[in-house]
């Protein structure tokens, strides 16, 4: 299952090899490399994961992780770290993580834990949007008429959960890039435009239209 994960990690080499692999793998990742920026950025934004290295600049991975929980953040969390030894996991799990990774690691591993983790969210109670006569399950996600699914590709999928969470409200073509790409992408956000584009075909015969708000963004019309 694809999903929106959120990698903090100092290294640049380490931080671009995840990244790939991730994205390589369906996910859209939000790479950063500051505590700080990272723990308000967690505060924020919305994501499924969070990769988190513990020895960081500006705000350490177990103070970020302390802080979600005591956000009642229930956002899985895996830790990387170069400590190996037993009380060093067992801190980090007993601090609220969900994994634990000991640098150096193979990628397969680290994708393997991922994958774990994402099967143990997709049994979780799901969230379906109705959009008129559609369901939206916003967790899969995947779009459905009754019974029958409705195929949509995987970003244009991206764009249109992120458009039924803002509820009406409309949503700047910057956060739907984030949303498709993650934060920092280099894509030229005219691909929301196609996307957007595409969307409204597919959603002509169920009455569902995306407004454009100029100068704003787009907002999602559905049908009472």
């Known amino acids: 299952m694809a999903m929106r994960i959120v990698l903090v990690e100092d290294n640049l080499s380490l931080r671009k090899g995840i990244t790939y692999r991730l994205t390589d793998d369906g996910h859209a990742v939000d790479a950063l490399d500051d505590g700080a920026e990272a723990d308000q950025f967690l505060a924020t934004e919305d994501c499924d994961l969070v990769i988190l290295d513990i020895n960081l600049p500006g705000c ?16 899985p969390v895996i830790l990387l770290t170069a400590r190996s030894t037993t009380a060093d996991r067992v801190h980090g799990l007993d601090a609220g993580a969900d994994d634990y990774l000991v640098k150096p690691f193979e990628m397969d591993e680290l994708a393997a834990r991922v994958r774990a983790l994402a099967r143990r969210k997709d049994v979780a109670p799901r969230r379906v949007v109705s ?31 992120a458009l039924a969470e803002a509820g009406g409200v409309a949503v700047s073509k910057e956060r739907l890039l984030d949303k498709v790409y993650g934060a920092g992408s280099a894509t030229d956000d005219k691909v929301v435009e196609v996307y957007v584009s595409r969307l409204r075909k597919r959603l002509a015969q169920f009455d569902v239209t995306i407004r454009v708000q100029r100068g704003i963004g787009y907002a999602l019309v559905v049908p009472d």
């Open 60 to 75: 350490d991975g177990l103070e970020i992780l302390g802080n979600m929980r005591r956000r009642n953040d229930p956002r």
């Open 131 to 161: 959009l008129g006569t559609l369901q939206l399950d916003v967790e899969t996600p995947q779009l459905s008429d009754g019974d029958t699914v409705i195929d949509v590709p995987r970003r244009e999928l991206s764009v249109l959960v």
